[in-house]
T-cell receptor, first 116, second 114 residues
Framework: AQKVTQAQTEISVVEKEDVTLDCVYE???????LFWYKQPPSGELVFLIR??????QNEISGRYSWNFQKSTSSFNFTITASQVVDSAVYFC?????????????FGQGTTLQVKP | KAGVTQTPRYLIKTRGQQVTLSCSPI?????VSWYQQTPGQGLQFLFE???????NKGNFPGRFSGRQFSNSRSEMNVSTLELGDSALYLC?????????????FGPGTRLTVL
C-alpha cells in the first residue's frame, strides 16, 4: 500500500540554524513522483519540488536542498540558514503512475517554527 | 499567469444543509483535483476531473460529489452536511497531459459546519 510518513510532527529552530525535514515513503510502483509542498498560515499549498523515481540526483535551490535515496525510500528536505519566513507546515507527497491519476498521497506534515 | 482561485474562502453552514464550492484552475490547465484537510485525517484526496470527466475518486461517501465544466472550472458539492465535514477544502490544478503532472493549489475554502 502507498504511504508517506513524516515522523517529525514539530520542529523548532533558531534563525540561521540548518534544519532537515524527513520523509519516508512506501510504494509498489517502480515509477512514481515525490513532491514537497509548503503551507504557510494562509493555507495555500505552495509547490517546492518534484522528483521522479528514476532521478536520484540531489537538488539544491538557494537555501533549499533535497536528498532522494531510493535504497532507504527517503526524500529529505534541508533548509540551510533558516529564516523566520520559513515557518510553515511542510508536506511530502507521493504520486504513483500506475493507477492514481491526479491523486497525491500526503504525509501528515511537519510544522517548522523558526524563532528570531 | 493567475493562480488557482477558490470561492468562497469561508463558509458557515449548519448540519443537514448542502454546500457548493468553486474552483477555477490556472489558465490552460485541464485537470482539477480536490482535497479535504482536517487536523485529524490530514490531507485526503476527494476526486479528480479532466475534460469534464471524473477520472479518479478517493474514499469518501456519496454525499461528496463534483463536476467540471467545459472551461475546466470545477465545483464540489457536499450534501447533508455533518459536523465532521468541517475542514479546509483545497483544489489543485495541473496541465493533465500526464497522470502525474505537478499540482498547483488554490488558497482553499474553509467550511465550518455548526
Amino acid at each position: 500500500a502507498q504511504k508517506v510518513t513524516q515522523a517529525q510532527t514539530e520542529i523548532s529552530v533558531v534563525e540561521k540554524e540548518d534544519v532537515t525535514l524527513d520523509c519516508v515513503y512506501e510504494t509498489r510502483d517502480t515509477t512514481y513522483y515525490l513532491f514537497w509542498y509548503k503551507q504557510p498560515p494562509s493555507g495555500e499549498l505552495v509547490f517546492l519540488i518534484r522528483r521522479n523515481s528514476f532521478d536520484e540526483q540531489n537538488e539544491i535551490s538557494g537555501r533549499y536542498s533535497w536528498n532522494f535515496q531510493k535504497s532507504t525510500s527517503s526524500f529529505n528536505f534541508t533548509i540551510t540558514a533558516s529564516q523566520v519566513v520559513d515557518s510553515a507546515v511542510y508536506f511530502c507527497a507521493l504520486s504513483e503512475l500506475s493507477s492514481n491519476t491526479g491523486k497525491l498521497i500526503f504525509g501528515q506534515g511537519t510544522t517548522l517554527q523558526v524563532k528570531p | 499567469k493567475a493562480g488557482v482561485t477558490q470561492t468562497p474562502r469561508y463558509l458557515i453552514k449548519t448540519r443537514g444543509q448542502q454546500v457548493t464550492l468553486s474552483c477555477s484552475p490556472i489558465s490552460g490547465h485541464r485537470s482539477v483535483s480536490w482535497y479535504q484537510q482536517t487536523p485529524g485525517q490530514g490531507l485526503q484526496f476527494l476526486f479528480e476531473y479532466f475534460s469534464e470527466t471524473q477520472r479518479n475518486k478517493g474514499n469518501f461517501p456519496g454525499r461528496f460529489s463534483g463536476r467540471q465544466f467545459s472551461n475546466s472550472r470545477s465545483e464540489m458539492n457536499v450534501s447533508t452536511l455533518e459536523l465532521g465535514d468541517s475542514a479546509l477544502y483545497l483544489c489543485a490544478s495541473s496541465a493533465g497531459t500526464t497522470d502525474t503532472d505537478t499540482q498547483y493549489f488554490g488558497p482553499g475554502t474553509r467550511l465550518t459546519v455548526l
